[in-house]
């Protein structure tokens, strides 16, 4: 566990909300891949659950005549993808860089990868932030987030920037998409053969996992 004492009350809860962020994360995967089925859903794929893919195709579609909206879907899935952010800069207030050790966990891949990505946090300081969501396998997103609370940021500032770097990736996102064209809606009018039976698979796959995970807990 990321605290070296005696759990408090404040420490469980927030260590409650970050397992809750792991299975609603997890519990969306199936309607994300239905979302992404069709073009009419895309606005409401970006919208409810702050897609970055979703997006990028938004922007395609749009470019190659679609009439969608697409201001109301990147405002509200820039509010929607940054909605549980500050359970990570509180993890980062309450415990320091616990967290991060706990992501780490034994692994030694897993402890270069986390040291890598926290000392590229540690250089950038508060740019970080917008750097957060760059695309790279690195988990670059929780340990900047944490690092944020840690090193006494404060909830409005963090929370300002979030939405601002968040607002500038969904825009970028958007417009990648937009410059893609029609390519991408290849891509997309391909899987939407499948994306019904793909959502089907997910709704499975996580009633599994929840099964066995658990059975595993009993």
């Not at 792991?22 to 979302?35: E, H, I, K, Q």
């Not at 990028?56 to 509200?76: A, E, H, K, N, Q």
């Not at 320091?96 to 590229?120: D, F, L, Q």
Request: proline share 5%; net charge positive; hydrophobic share 55%.
């Amino acid at each position: 566990m990321p605290w070296r004492r005696k759990p408090t009350r404040t420490d469980l809860i927030c260590m409650s909300w970050i397992g809750f962020l792991g299975v609603f994360s997890l519990a969306m995967l199936p309607l994300r891949a239905w979302l992404l089925g069709a073009p009419e859903r895309l606005p409401w794929l970006v919208g409810l659950l702050g897609s970055r893919s979703g997006t990028t195709l938004l922007g395609s579609v749009i470019r190659v005549g679609t009439d969608l909206p697409f201001v109301w879907p990147i405002l509200l899935g820039t509010l929607m993808s940054i909605k549980l952010d500050w359970t990570y800069w509180w993890a980062g207030k309450l415990w320091g860089r616990g967290m991060i050790e706990v992501w780490a966990g034994k692994s030694e891949r897993a402890t270069r990868n986390y040291a890598r990505a926290e000392r590229w946090a540690n250089k950038l300081g508060w740019v970080g932030i917008f750097v957060a969501y760059v695309p790279i396998p690195l988990p670059l997103t929780g340990v900047i987030f944490v690092l944020a609370g840690a090193q006494g940021m404060s909830w409005k500032k963090f929370m300002l920037l979030d939405f601002a770097s968040c607002l500038l990736w969904m825009i970028g996102f958007f417009s990648f998409g937009f410059l893609v064209g029609e390519p991408a809606v290849r891509v997309l009018a391909f899987y939407s053969k499948f994306a019904n039976y793909v959502a089907i698979a997910l709704v499975v796959a996580v009633v599994v996992l929840t099964f066995v995970r658990s059975s595993r807990k009993a």
